[in-house]
């Protein structure tokens, strides 16, 4: 998970980078997905990171690192980094549907490939 996480966010930069490079730039609702999806990331990175189990430890040990619901009294950290990193991951696909939409009318042969 961590590689995947990893190439998805090197492979934006340096795609949004190489369009910055060539003069393209990006529609106003490219930047708001880019900044939710930024927005979500860093909430989701800290639960994924905050460690409530051990896999090292037998299943009494590790119970013990278990903490209480901190959502609505239900959802436990593990729940809110899944409702996080769905919606980063859902941002990320919106940000990557509307990367290149001002590319929408300019003929093949005029668009730079790198």
Not at 28 to 41: D, K, N, Y
Request: charged residues 15%.
């Amino acid at each position: 998970l961590n590689v995947l996480l990893a190439n998805l966010f090197v492979y934006i930069f340096y795609y949004a980078i190489m369009k910055w490079c060539h003069g393209e730039a990006f529609r106003p609702l490219t930047w708001i997905f880019m900044a939710v999806m930024v927005a979500f990331s860093v909430p989701a990175l800290y639960f994924y990171l905050s460690s409530v189990t051990s896999w090292q430890k037998s299943p009494s040990e590790s119970r013990q690192l278990n903490k209480d619901c901190i959502l609505l009294d239900f959802y436990d950290n593990h729940d809110v980094w899944h409702f996080f990193s769905a919606g980063s991951l859902f941002f990320y696909s919106m940000v990557l549907l509307t990367i290149d939409d001002r590319l929408a009318q300019t003929p093949r042969n005029k668009i730079i490939s790198w």
